[in-house]
């Protein structure tokens, strides 16, 4: 079993930054790729970025130039750095972990989500 939790979330104002974090643990061999998603009410999850294992990185068109990810294979964690937020990022945010377990088994993890309001 492979647990997921996101942190980092909160209230920001327009113009400023926030950094969340996710943190794989559990039965896990390996990570491969992750992955930054969001949900707005009423809206269809939106995909945020991805990271590979060695450090790949692609981005929705939204957050391009604006948001960055990054990864620590050793803790099993993977970053979302958020500049410039604006208050249509609002949204929870949630983690995705692609991988295998010590029995070589596929897995694919979400956590529960982390809130980010962008507000004055």
């Known amino acids: 079993q492979v647990h997921i939790v996101e942190s980092g979330g909160g209230l920001v104002q327009p113009g400023g930054s926030l950094r969340l974090t996710c943190t794989a643990s559990?039965?896990?061999?390996?990570?491969?790729?992750m992955g930054w998603f969001r949900q707005a009410p009423g809206k269809q999850r939106e995909l945020v970025g991805t990271?590979?294992?060695?450090?790949?990185?692609t981005y929705g068109g939204s957050v391009k130039g604006r948001f960055t990810i990054s990864r620590d294979n050793a803790k099993n964690t993977m970053y979302l750095q958020m500049n410039s937020l604006k208050p249509e990022d609002t949204a929870v945010y949630l983690c995705?972990?692609?991988?295998?377990?010590?029995?070589?088994?596929?897995?694919?993890?979400w956590g529960q989500g982390t809130q980010v309001t962008v507000s004055s």
């Open positions: 990271i590979t294992r060695d450090g790949r990185t």
């Open positions: 559990g039965s896990i061999f390996t990570i491969g790729d």
């Open positions: 995705n972990a692609n991988g295998l377990d010590p029995r070589y088994v596929r897995f694919g993890s």
